[in-house]
């Protein structure tokens, strides 16, 4: 089978779809962010799950970003560098939250949940260093990337406009879950996984270009 350039961005719509399904499912089974929860089965079965959700996320928006990049223009290319930081830097935190914090539970619990309640600004008065302003940039990137690339997607009229709206208003939207009880919040992500599975599974299912073939 050729490899060409659309065969590469159809299927980075499946890791789109693939990462946000992942992403909003498990919002309601995610162990809550304790030391206690870093040895239990279901993190050592959601925090690997997470870890590929990154990679699918980073491939996948870059594909969907692609595939509209002459349309999109400069607001595009503004939400789309935003959010590849944005999942690039996320990535660094579950991979510690995978790796590193399971085997430092029993020796450093202290730390751990220190590193743990940086998510919800509460670090036990562990010094982290500038790892709590790092995970507060990390939130503002994901606003307004969310904003940006949406409505970029919605103007470029390339894929779904449903979706590409659903990614502006819920990435706006998402600050109001700090009002929420924390064992509800991450319900908030839900809309925004749903928004990019959404663009994912549109990129995925169209036809097979030929414009690449010689």
Same mark, same amino acid.
């Given at each position: ?7 590469l961005i159809r299927w980075s719509g499946?890791?789109? !779809?693939?990462? &946000? ?34 990679? !699918?996320?980073?491939? &996948?928006?870059? &594909? ?18 935003? !959010? ?22 029993k020796t450093a619990p202290g730390f %751990?949940?220190?590193?743990? &309640?940086?998510? #919800? ?9 500038? !790892?709590?302003?790092? #995970? ?35 990435? %706006? ?42």
């Amino acid at each position: 089978m050729k490899v060409t350039a659309s065969s590469l961005i159809r299927w980075s719509g499946l890791a789109a !779809l693939v990462a &946000g399904i992942i992403f909003a499912g498990i919002q309601p089974i995610h162990p809550p962010d304790v030391v206690a929860s870093v040895t239990t089965g279901a993190w050592a079965i959601i925090t690997p799950l997470k870890t590929a959700m990154c990679l !699918l996320f980073l491939i &996948g928006i870059t &594909g969907i970003y692609a595939r509209q990049v002459d349309e999109a223009g400069w607001l595009g290319l503004a939400g789309f560098l935003l !959010l590849i930081v944005c999942w690039w830097l996320q990535t660094a935190f579950i991979f510690a939250e995978t790796f590193i914090a399971p085997p430092l539970a029993k020796t450093a619990p202290g730390f %751990v949940d220190g590193l743990l &309640g940086v998510s #919800y600004g509460h670090t036990g008065g562990i010094d982290l260093g500038a !790892l709590p302003a790092i #995970y507060a940039l990390v939130g503002v990137l994901y606003l307004l990337g969310g904003l940006l690339f949406g409505i970029a997607t919605l103007r470029a009229r390339v894929l779904p406009r449903w979706p590409a709206g659903l990614l502006a208003i819920a990435a %706006v939207l998402t600050p109001a879950a700090a009002l929420l009880p924390h064992a509800i919040q991450r319900l908030a992500a839900i809309p925004v996984a749903l928004a990019i599975a959404w663009l994912g599974y549109a990129l995925w299912s169209e036809r097979p270009q030929h414009r690449d073939l010689a």
